[in-house]
Antibody
Framework: QLQLQESGPGLVKPSETLSLTCTVSGGSISSSSYYWAWIRQPPGKGLEWIGSMFYSGSGYYNPSFKSRVSISVDTSTNQFSLRLTSVTAADTAVYYC????????????WGQGTLVTVSS | DIQMTQSPSSVSASVGDRVTITCRASQGISTWLGWYQQKPGKVPKLLISAASSLQSGVPSRFSGSGSGTDFTLTISSLQPEDFATYYCQQANSFPLTFGGGTKVEIK
């Protein structure tokens, strides 16, 4: 059974960089069938897609994040990571890692989510 | 970007009621539409893909329909475990976008 687990700091200071890692178990991140994604949900609000990355390093980002976001995949550790720079309080959210197929862009597996609070 | 608009934003219903949630896309997305259920403090769960294809293990009281720009999620007979927030998501093109959510509450 595929499992995804987020890890990283729960508190980040304004203007600093948010870094999270998602560890994939029960399956290979190197599969050509899937993209690996990050989605966030501010407290009490809806879901926002951040970006999706293929194991090869090609992928897509939400333009609303402009150049602040990057996602990387490490096939040697079966992990992928999110970096979000210059954070503000508006970036406070539960961050989920998830998977979708390379053809069908539905999120079928999700991590449990991790709350990241941006505060000094 | 394709904007997804859900209505209503919340609905109060009783066990056994039929509930219908609507999702409208700002441009045609064929049937590239998914529905998710999220219970408080829990992870979203994919219920339906391709507008009407029920995921394995999802009760048959859930159904989806629509194509182009207008879609519906119907719960034929609401059960206690169905009280949750439901989101639609377009899977037609990047950037992937979600609707704002519909909270189904106990009447």
């Amino acid at each position: 059974q595929l499992q995804l687990q987020e890890s990283g700091p729960g508190l980040v200071k304004p203007s600093e960089t948010l870094s999270l890692t998602c560890t994939v178990s029960g399956g290979s991140i190197s599969s050509s069938s899937y993209y690996w994604a990050w989605i966030r949900q501010p407290p009490g609000k809806g879901l926002e897609w951040i970006g999706s990355m293929f194991y090869s390093g090609s992928g897509y980002y939400n333009p609303s994040f402009k150049s602040r976001v990057s996602i990387s995949v490490d096939t040697s550790t079966n992990q992928f990571s999110l970096r979000l720079t210059s954070v503000t309080a508006a970036d406070t959210a539960v961050y989920y890692c998830a998977r979708h197929r390379s053809v069908y862009y539905y999120f079928d597996y999700w991590g449990q989510g991790t709350l990241v609070t941006v505060s000094s | 970007d394709i904007q997804m608009t859900q209505s209503p934003s919340s609905v109060s219903a009783s066990v056994g009621d039929r509930v219908t949630i609507t999702c409208r896309a700002s441009q045609g997305i064929s049937t590239w539409l998914g529905w998710y259920q999220q219970k408080p403090g829990k992870v979203p769960k994919l219920l339906i893909s391709a507008a009407s294809s029920l995921q394995s293990g999802v009760p048959s009281r859930f159904s989806g329909s629509g194509s182009g720009t207008d879609f519906t999620l119907t719960i034929s007979s609401l059960q206690p475990e169905d009280f949750a927030t439901y989101y639609c998501q377009q899977a037609n093109s990047f950037p992937l976008t979600f609707g704002g959510g519909t909270k189904v509450e106990i009447k």
